[in-house]
């Protein structure tokens, strides 16, 4: 099984919809994050967490929200879809106490909104 | 602002040269950099990670160098092979202050013809 696991893998939805993407660990890591990636643009964060009950805003964090509820589970949503949030989604943990151990990623979710 | 950029942002190579791909960022006070590798409409799979205090990581056919000072990383491929034929990613974790955040450069992408 993958470390970090995102679902769904692929998804399609119509502007305005709400749309909820997954991710769930094993890891054990504290932090998780949610980037999105971009043609030309690379990857921007959206969301972090440190545990629990810290959620941190990234720099694009304006459409989306976060829940985390659990060390091992952080979900994204969209509250209502947009054209312009199609972008291939990942999620990602890190153990800072650990300091060889780098970032995770999950496989991603490719998001389409028409 | 931390930056990061990836030249060449395309290159391709036959089979077995060598190569190198070049990353370089603004702020030199970062706690480590990390290179991945990304296959088209896939995730991210971490290759190297170099802590900010060591100059070099080698797995395999792969060697990453670091000139902190210099804002400077490479990552040479030996023999490349088709298989090697990928997006490679550097990213940079700043030194731990309000968070642990990476920033990505863009990527090269990679052909290796047969």
């Known amino acids: 099984d993958a470390d970090v696991t995102q679902t769904p893998r692929n998804r399609i939805t119509k502007t305005g919809k709400r749309i909820m993407l997954e991710c769930s660990q094993t890891?054990?890591?504290?932090?998780m994050y949610w980037y999105r990636q971009d043609p030309g643009l690379g990857l921007r964060l959206i969301y972090y967490?440190?545990?629990?009950?810290?959620?941190n805003k990234g720099e694009i964090s304006d459409g989306y929200s976060v829940s985390r509820q659990a060390q091992a589970k952080f979900s994204l949503s969209l509250e209502s879809a947009i054209p312009n949030q199609t972008a291939l989604y990942f999620c990602?943990?890190?153990?800072?106490?650990?300091?060889?151990?780098?970032?995770?990623f999950g496989s991603g979710t490719r998001l389409t909104v028409v | 602002k931390q930056e990061v950029t990836q030249i060449p942002a395309a290159l391709s190579v036959p089979e077995g040269e060598n190569l190198v791909l070049n990353c370089s960022f603004t702020?030199?006070?970062?706690?480590?950099l990390q290179w991945f590798r990304q296959d088209p409409g896939k995730g991210l799979t971490s290759l190297l990670l170099?802590?900010?205090?060591?100059r070099e990581q080698t797995s395999g056919r792969l060697n990453a160098s670091l000139d902190k000072s210099s804002g400077r990383s490479t990552l040479y491929i030996a023999a490349s092979q088709p298989g090697d034929s990928a997006t490679y990613l550097c990213?940079?974790?700043?030194?731990?202050?309000?968070?642990?955040?990476?920033?990505f450069g863009e990527g090269t992408q990679l052909t290796v013809n047969p």
């Open positions: 170099i802590q900010s205090s060591q």
């Open positions: 990213a940079v974790r700043p030194v731990e202050t309000s968070g642990s955040r990476l920033t």
């Open positions: 702020d030199s006070a970062i706690y480590n």
């Open positions: 967490s440190f545990d629990v009950k810290d959620i």
């Open positions: 890891k054990g890591h504290d932090r």
């Open positions: 990602a943990t890190s153990d800072p106490g650990t300091p060889t151990n780098g970032y995770t």
